[in-house]
């Protein structure tokens, strides 16, 4: 925002307040207007049109996440790339990726963006520790540097060993899930994604619609599914609902106490109150579970469920 021409950037109200607030603030240091797309009520996410809408020949900086961490909507970020360059080609366009990578294969030589970040906290690694890619051309923008570095340096420490040795570790097990042994590791590493993403699709399956032996979340009396977009190709693995009879942190202590983590996203967090007030709520329960969950965990999820929506 401080180097590229412009009068406006455009973000989106969903974002996560580490990426909004930043936006709003160097919005409001340079002077420029902060543009904000709507959520959908239905979809969870931001549609293309409604964020593509708010880009001109002015906007100077795409700001917008993959993947909500509330309500686990996809956006389409292939079609708001497209549409954004038809509108202005050279704008600058960054994503947060931390909710999405751990669910489902990220291809940079197909998104024509300038910047993307992901935590390996997400999935199996350590916090403290993140990872951003830079475009060419966003690497060299004036940065805080060591001067006598090149322009597009970034580093200003010595790295850490062993967070590349989490990171390897990491593809390692993603690798395992490949059947082709013989392939490239990037060709290992994308058949395994796409394992896993299916997987979780499955079990985003029965979690809404359930079981022979259990109901799913769709048919639980007591129990609303918020933002529940049929389509499951738009939404990772992640399940806002609520309980007619139990406010969400009450929810959440009552799974806790029966052995199911879960969490709160309520209205007085910070880190919530925008997006939950975009959908017309003041909170929810947030289910998470990865591709290392089964069908017999999912199961024993449901019945928990059924359990407190009769309390």
Known sequence: MKN???????????????????????????????????SDMLTGGCEVDAICDLIDENTCLLNVMYASNISGAIMD???????????????????DAVQHAP??????????????????????GVRGFGVAWLSD?????????LTQKPENFWGLGSDA???YAMISSILDYVCSFADNKNGTRREQFVEGMTKLELQERALLHYMLEGTADVPGLRHIEGVTVYNDN??????????????????????????????????????????????????????????????????????TYLKVTQELAKL
Do not use: W
């Not at 489902?104 to 199996?124: H, Q, T």
């Open 4 to 38: 590229i021409t412009g009068t406006n950037v455009v973000t989106t109200v969903l974002e996560h307040p580490s990426s909004y607030d930043s936006s709003e603030h160097f919005a409001a240091t340079t002077g420029k207007e902060l543009r904000v797309a709507p």
């Open 77 to 95: 970020i292939p079609a708001i790339v497209k549409k954004a360059r038809s509108i202005k080609p050279d704008i600058y366009i960054t994503v």
């Open 103 to 124: 669910h489902a294969v990220m291809d940079l030589s197909e998104l024509d963006i300038d910047g993307v970040n992901f935590a390996p906290y997400k999935f199996f």
């Open 137 to 145: 051309r966003l690497s060299v923008l004036p940065h805080a540097r």
């Open 161 to 163: 060993p062993a967070q």
């Open 230 to 299: 049929p389509d499951l190709t738009r939404r990772d693995l992640i399940l806002a609902i609520g309980f007619n009879n139990l406010t969400p942190t009450q929810a959440t202590a009552e799974y806790v106490k029966r052995g199911i983590v879960v969490f709160d996203r309520v209205d007085t967090s910070l880190y919530s109150v925008r997006m939950l007030h975009s959908f017309g709520l003041k909170g929810i329960v947030r289910v998470s579970p990865l591709h290392c969950h089964n069908l017999d965990e999912v199961e």
